[in-house]
């Protein structure tokens, strides 16, 4: 056990020589007193105070209570043998308040980590599985409540919005949906899906389309999102713990809510690549089935991946990796399976798009 010499003293009082030495919970201070008598103060670890004992080459130390008490030295390793005395008792005290919890901190921190796992997996997994079971009706309800929110913020071309409703209604797809496309002026290329038929395009996309085929790739991919309830499948999972909570709750109208209070967000909405691939390939199906050229897809790509060399395009952002997507498009066993033959009406159509003011 080392001993260090200094000075001890009482507030107010003498200050005698003393020797310290360090046992196991507290500082022993020994010293004689003005009478010669030998005396010994303790001073356990947790009243010391805890400060900057040093001060100008000497070593500083305070203790607690009444009166107050000071030691003083100027012996090297003292301080550092005090700091590591006051860790360990700062350790103990901690292993001593909750160390008959810690069995109970372990569960908690388990059940903090499966609500967390289920929050990040689950949750979103079930709201996806709940947007397949919603009727079509209120995908529809809520699709058009979002178009409503949305609708002020457009500057809708109407002569185009007919034109193409007329191009797909041609393409005479099958779906229990009720398809609107609605052309949007603006100098972003982008189109997106809604719940329930709401397809937005807007006519900067267009502008750089040369090809019926394209348009028809276009609108094949968002009808798919549609058809497949993409949307409103990434919608739930966007919005799941709200959705989750609702349906705990028996609310699904407050699903319909969040969602629709923030419909603006849907313009950039991210699909996922399986989701994505999925559309593309459904697309090359449509395209396929009505002899229509599949390359319209390559085409279509192509120009949005020039658009991104000028600017970022919102649907390049959302829908990513398109060299990627022009590869598994071309090897699609229904990349133009049934020939091509040219469609004088989609064609006639698509030059009124293209021509309209």
Known sequence: MNNYSGTYQVQGGEAYSATFSFLKDKLN???????????????????????????????????????????????????????????KQNKNFLLKTFGHALPFLRILFFIILLLVAAYIWVVPYMAGRMAEKVPVSYEENLGDAMFSSMKSGFIIDDKKTMYINDFFNELKINTPYKIHITVVKDDVPNAFAMPGG?????????AGIDDYSELAALLSHEFTHVQNRHTTKSLFRNFSSSAFLSVILGNAGAVSDVIISNANNLKNLSYGRSLEKEADMNGVKILSERKIDCNGFIGLFNMLKKQNDIEVAEWMSSHPDLQNRIDYIRKSPDFN????????????????????E
Do not use: C, M
């Not at 100008?56 to 550092?80: C, K, L």
């Not at 709401?198 to 267009?206: A, E, F, P, R, T």
């Open 198 to 206: 709401n397809i937005v395009v807007y006519d900067k996309i267009l």
């Open 337 to 356: 399976k049934n020939g091509v033959n040219e469609d004088e009406t989609l064609k006639a159509i698509f030059l009124k798009i293209k021509t309209a």
């Open 29 to 87: 201070i020994h010293f004689k007193d003005e009478h010669g008598n030998d005396r010994n103060v303790f001073w356990y670890y947790d009243e010391i105070i805890k400060e900057n004992f040093r001060q100008q080459g000497s070593v500083t130390v305070r203790y607690g209570g009444y009166p107050a008490q000071a030691i003083e030295t100027r012996q090297p390793g003292f301080v550092e043998e005090l700091e590591r005395r006051l860790q």
